[in-house]
Nanobody, 120 residues
Framework: VQLQASGGGLVQPGGSLRLSCAAS????????MGWYHQAPGKQRELVAA???????NYADSVKGRFTISRDNAKNTVYLQMNSLKPEDTAVYYC???????????????WGQGTLVTVSS
């Protein structure tokens, strides 16, 4: 299973970016999906998560500014980031709980990370 993240880049404060993460491989089913970020010198933290049914959970720091969504048919999760702040600067990683063909339990997989830099 591979998770391919894209959409990071350099943006000015107040700007927007949309991250995408597509899962591929021997996938039977995907349970929860989410986005984490890791700033230099800090631990990786949850930004937003979404269940198969569409229930969402956000870090307090991004509520009202970020929106997570998913397309189950495409095994893809998105993160729309608006009103970006310099403190949002980090590497963003996607995550998915995947049931692979031939397996009886879900396992977590990480994407490679995409850098988001918010600076003027």
């Amino acid at each position: 299973v591979q998770l391919q993240a894209s959409g990071g880049g350099l943006v000015q404060p107040g700007g927007s970016l949309r991250l995408s993460c597509a899962a591929s491989g021997s996938i039977r089913s995907i349970n929860g999906m989410g986005w984490y970020h890791q700033a230099p010198g800090k631990q990786r933290e949850l930004v937003a998560a979404i269940t198969t049914g569409g229930s969402t959970n956000y870090a307090d720091s991004v509520k009202g500014r970020f929106t997570i969504s998913r397309d189950n048919a495409k095994n893809t999760v998105y993160l729309q980031m608006n009103s970006l702040k310099p403190e949002d600067t980090a590497v963003y990683y996607c995550y998915a709980e995947v049931l692979t063909r031939g397996s009886i339990s879900y396992h977590g997989y990480w994407g490679q990370g995409t850098l988001v830099t918010v600076s003027s």
